[in-house]
């Protein structure tokens, strides 16, 4: 059973920085790929970034474009979010989350993750 935890949320001023973490156990982390996605209150989970298993190809929403870097530390079962110049937009909870198939391009749609962590929050002030 794998396990992902999500650490490195909280609050910062907009412009400011955080990286987010999302350590995983109990699967083979270098073999899948690994998402991350955000819920604000009232809103639907939304993509924000995947990374293969390989580490070489990543994807970003538009929204995050340029703002946001997804990472993996395979030695450490760690990926991380280097998320820069936040806006207020960007308050959500975010979710890290492992590919179901291994060796394979998880992409956009939560139905391509099998493992959820809990989640942390991040919230952009003025």
């Known amino acids: 059973q794998v396990q992902l935890v999500e650490s490195g949320g909280g609050s910062v001023q907009a412009g400011g920085s955080l990286n987010l973490s999302c350590t995983a156990s109990?699967?083979?982390?270098?073999?899948?790929?690994m998402g991350w996605f955000r819920q604000a209150p009232g809103k639907d989970r939304e993509f924000v970034a995947a990374?293969?298993?390989?580490?070489?190809?990543?994807d970003y929403a538009d929204s995050v474009k340029g703002r946001f870097t997804a990472s993996r530390d395979d030695a450490k079962n760690t990926m991380f979010l280097q998320m820069n110049s936040l806006q207020l937009g960007d308050t959500a909870t975010y979710y890290c989350?492992?590919?179901?198939?291994?060796?394979?391009?998880?992409?956009?749609?939560?139905?391509?993750?099998?493992?959820w962590g809990q989640g942390t929050q991040v919230t952009v002030s003025s």
């Open positions: 990374i293969g298993w390989s580490g070489l190809v990543t």
């Open positions: 109990g699967g083979t982390f270098n073999t899948y790929g």
């Open positions: 989350a492992s590919g179901r198939t291994a060796w394979s391009w998880s992409g956009r749609s939560p139905q391509g993750y099998g493992y």
